[in-house]
């Protein structure tokens, strides 16, 4: 995002999901698992990336994967998002995705937790 706001890059999950994003292809990182699911009924697929490596025990949904271990290094796109970069943390691999939103549901830096709901998500560890 070079330090710029991108529009498809959300802090939350809205109570209503906007119509432009209905059918698209989404990547959450951080809050529960229930988040990516809530999103999975309206979206074509969810990458739900966590930086936890213990698996997840969860009702599963056809259209969502989970990238365990991995963090986001990289969301760009002209005018609004259009992709994101993930990188497993172990291997240092990189690979992309296309997505139409980015949902940053925690996020930390030096000071802590920067997210309004830090209270009521469970944090995984998103960088």
Known sequence: MRG???DGVYTSLPAELPAT????EVVVAGGTFDAALRL???CSSVTFVT???SRIAAAHSGNVT???GSEIICAD??????SVV???IRTGAVSACNAA????LTAQDRTGVLAEEADEVEEFGVR
């Open 40 to 42: 999975a009924r309206c």
């Open 4 to 6: 710029e706001s991108l």
């Open 77 to 82: 796109g002209i005018d609004r998002l259009e």
């Open 51 to 53: 930086a936890r490596t």
């Open 66 to 68: 989970i990238l365990y």
């Open 86 to 88: 993930v990188r497993k």
């Open 101 to 104: 939103a980015l949902f940053l």
């Open 21 to 24: 994003l209905h059918g698209r």
